[in-house]
């Protein structure tokens, strides 16, 4: 047996194993709240917003299931949020993610029980145990240019330039809600969420994409240069190609990025119930999101020479964006749909230390305050990477605000395959 179908066999057990998903706990809570509390500690500091930011280190698929498109590699990452309630009252969230070349999914980590999602009530007055609300789920995420690109490469093929500025993502997740006295559920509710997301880049030469080297043009003639040229800062064209030719030097470019994303998510987009045997169905939330987002990103670290993953671990050296969503609930009983504001915006140095702080609104639960948020972290170029978050959200008018911490870390099995074989 050669070597290489023998390391694709290890990758593929590699991606089912970490192909899992999400668990969460929290108690006091309805069974809505299952579906629609959001484990990202990332989002909960940018005022809950992050439907349409792709960018990032992890995306809130949550949010958006399109985004899973632009996870990368195997992700894992735990959450805790104690409310400070004399039952004990908590979120706690698990989450697994297997992602490359533009292809994401996240699942219940069936196979191997890795993580699951649960709301619980350990303080029931009258009752024997936890009240439960668990939450199974199964999702997939496309980015369409990332796919196509990475197709291909396998032909050694340059992907068109427009991939390098424009993207479309779409993706979706299918959640079975179980709910009763645990450990045993007694009711029990099939949603599905899905979601898109629009991508334009219209400055990349941060990270150009890799292309294939153009043919020397003909002697006297007019070409436009990559669009991704790190070598280029305008056009340089030839004096016959128009009456305003730029006939000035080329000079290298800084190195930056700019996006702008628009997206659109549903979560129970089939407005289901929750089904118990005996006793009336319970509506669950059905939630809509409009998102946008701008991000920008600038500079390399210039002190690491000939190490490229170092280079690679702190780039870029600043980093900021902007997120908004516009939610929609509708709770599906006779109080009627309201909406929530969320924005924030968060700011990154040397791709290590990032500082956060948003704004929600949600008249109906009576929630107006300010979100803060802070991460700490270091990735090993593309080999993984670890991160620390912390944030601080309100709660309703009177109550104390929440503390939330998360942890996450992250492999590449590619990249390590390959640099494992280069040594070889």
Do not use: C
Not at 6 to 32: C, E, K, N, Q, W
Not at 106 to 115: A, Q
């Amino acid at each position: 047996m050669t070597r290489a179908p023998v390391l694709f066999r290890v990758f593929i057990r590699v991606f089912i194993v970490a192909a899992g998903i999400v668990a969460a706990t929290a108690h006091d809570a309805p069974a809505s709240s299952a579906l629609s509390l959001p484990p990202s500690i990332r989002s909960a500091g940018n005022g809950g917003a992050g439907s349409a930011a792709f960018w990032g280190g992890d995306p809130d698929a949550w949010a958006n299931p399109a985004l899973l498109g632009y996870h990368q590699g195997v992700r894992f990452d735990s959450g805790d949020t104690p409310y400070g309630t004399s039952s004990g009252l908590a979120f706690h969230s698990e989450r697994w993610s297997a992602a490359y070349g533009g292809i994401g999914v996240m699942g219940s980590g069936e196979p191997l029980g890795l993580s699951r999602t649960e709301l619980i009530d350990d303080a029931v007055p009258g009752t024997p145990g936890r009240i439960a609300h668990r939450v199974e789920v199964w999702g997939a995420g496309i980015s369409l240019a990332d796919a196509i690109s990475s197709v291909m490469a396998l032909a050694n093929a340059a992907p068109p330039a427009l991939f390098a500025r424009f993207d479309v993502a779409a993706g979706a997740m299918r959640n079975e809600l179980r709910s009763g006295l645990a450990p045993d559920a007694e009711s029990h509710a099939r949603t599905t969420d899905y979601g898109v997301v629009a991508r334009w880049t219209p400055v990349n030469t941060l990270a150009p994409r890799a292309v294939a080297a153009p043919e020397a043009a003909p002697p006297g003639t007019w070409r436009w240069p990559q669009a991704n040229d790190p070598s280029r800062t305008r056009r340089v064209r030839d004096p016959r190609a128009g009456i305003f030719p730029d006939l000035r030097p080329v000079r290298r470019q800084e190195p930056r990025r700019f996006d702008l994303s628009y997206a659109y998510s549903v979560k129970n987009a089939g407005s289901a119930a929750l089904e118990s045997a005996g006793s009336p169905s319970q509506p669950l939330e059905r939630n809509a999101r409009h998102g946008i987002s701008a991000s920008v990103a600038q500079g390399r670290p210039r002190r690491f020479g000939g190490t490229p993953w170092l280079t690679r671990a702190f780039t870029p050296l600043y980093a900021g964006g902007i997120v908004g969503d516009l939610e929609r609930v509708d709770p599906g009983d006779v109080t009627g749909a309201h909406d929530v504001r969320r924005y924030g915006v968060e700011a990154t140095y040397a791709n290590v230390f990032t500082l956060r702080r948003g704004h929600v609104k949600d008249d109906a639960a009576g929630i107006d305050g300010t979100t803060t948020g802070y991460s700490v972290g270091l990735d090993l170029g593309y080999l993984g990477g670890v991160r620390y978050d912390r944030a601080k959200v309100p709660q309703a008018n009177g109550l104390p605000n929440i503390e939330r911490r998360g942890v996450t870390a992250w492999i590449d099995p590619l990249v390590m395959l390959r640099a494992a074989r280069r040594r070889r």
